[in-house]
């Protein structure tokens, strides 16, 4: 499966954002997604996961209460949607597909990755 992430750019603290991470070249959808990110300086780090079906979802505690991650199979999309944004949640955010659920926020490991989506979050 190929991914083309996209939404990434310049927020406000305080602001929203939504990413988006299209998928390609699979045709049954029956995996699961997410989203990890990287800091300057800092390892990529688990941000949210979610199932095939887009009913379980599971996330890191840092963006809990904050970020939304969802999708939409008949489009092969996952959304992140970001509120409250804070100066921390700057990096290069990547999404990622895996067929087991919990590769992705046990593990944090996936069988496919996106190309990096830059989120700079201004205080």
């Known amino acids: 499966v190929q991914l083309q992430a996209s939404g990434g750019g310049l927020v406000q603290a305080g602001g929203s954002l939504r990413l988006s991470c299209a998928a390609s070249?699979?045709?049954?959808?029956?995996?699961?997604m997410g989203w990890f990110r990287q800091a300057p300086g800092k390892e990529r780090e688990f941000v949210a996961a979610v199932n095939w079906s887009g009913d379980s979802t599971y996330y890191a505690d840092s963006v809990k209460g904050r970020f939304t991650i969802s999708r939409d199979t008949a489009k092969n999309t996952v959304y992140l949607q970001m509120n409250n944004v804070k100066p921390e949640d700057t990096a290069v955010y990547y999404c990622?597909?895996?067929?087991?659920?919990?590769?992705?926020?046990?593990?944090?490991?996936?069988?496919?990755w996106g190309q990096g989506t830059l989120v700079t979050v201004s205080s």
């Open positions: 070249g699979r045709t049954r959808s029956s995996y699961a």
């Open positions: 990622a597909a895996d067929d087991h659920f919990g590769s992705l926020y046990a593990d944090h490991e996936a069988d496919a």
